[in-house]
């Protein structure tokens, strides 16, 4: 089964290159297609404190799709694990999802903080974060995940 899906808007400003760590400060705006839709459909928006962006690694290498296991981030000292138990760039679909801090709300432009998708990026999809939509009970991950995120906010 194939899927056709059009971007809802771009990502405008942040970074203008892939970057694995430091993204807590970045600032970038989530600019929604005007020719899609008007600012009715952030209506209500600003009332959230944070985002969840889905977006597309448009700029991954398709040659370097992965789909069985590698080490993360090419580090030896990590485990080798399965591409859907990480959530590296070169995955199938390319698909990337991210939460953000919003902080304002201009027509259809979002400003946001900590997304990690680069200057150009399309995005597919924007739903505001609701507390009920974390995890239900303890939350684990193996010591590498751990190690791997510590910088990267």
């Not at 939350?139 to 590498?144: D, I, K």
Request: hydrophobic share 40%; charged share 25%; with cysteine.
């Amino acid at each position: 089964m194939a899927l056709e899906l059009t971007p809802v808007g771009v990502v405008v400003g942040g970074r203008s290159g892939p970057e694995d760590d430091d993204w807590a400060e970045v600032r970038a705006t989530v600019r929604l297609d005007s020719e899609q839709f008007s600012p009715a459909a952030v209506a209500g928006l600003e009332e959230f404190s944070h985002l969840e962006v889905v977006y597309v690694f448009d700029r991954a290498d398709p040659a370097k799709t992965q789909s069985g296991a590698r080490h993360p981030r090419g580090r030896a000292d990590w485990p080798q694990v399965g591409i859907f138990a990480q959530r590296g760039k070169d995955r199938p679909n390319h698909l990337g999802v991210s939460r953000c801090r919003l902080l304002h709300v201009a027509g259809l432009d979002l400003t946001v903080e900590a997304l990690d998708a680069i200057d150009g990026t399309p995005v597919l999809d924007v739903k505001p974060w609701m507390a009920e939509f974390g995890p239900i009970g303890q939350v684990h991950q193996p010591r590498w995940a751990s190690e791997l995120m510590a910088r990267y906010y």
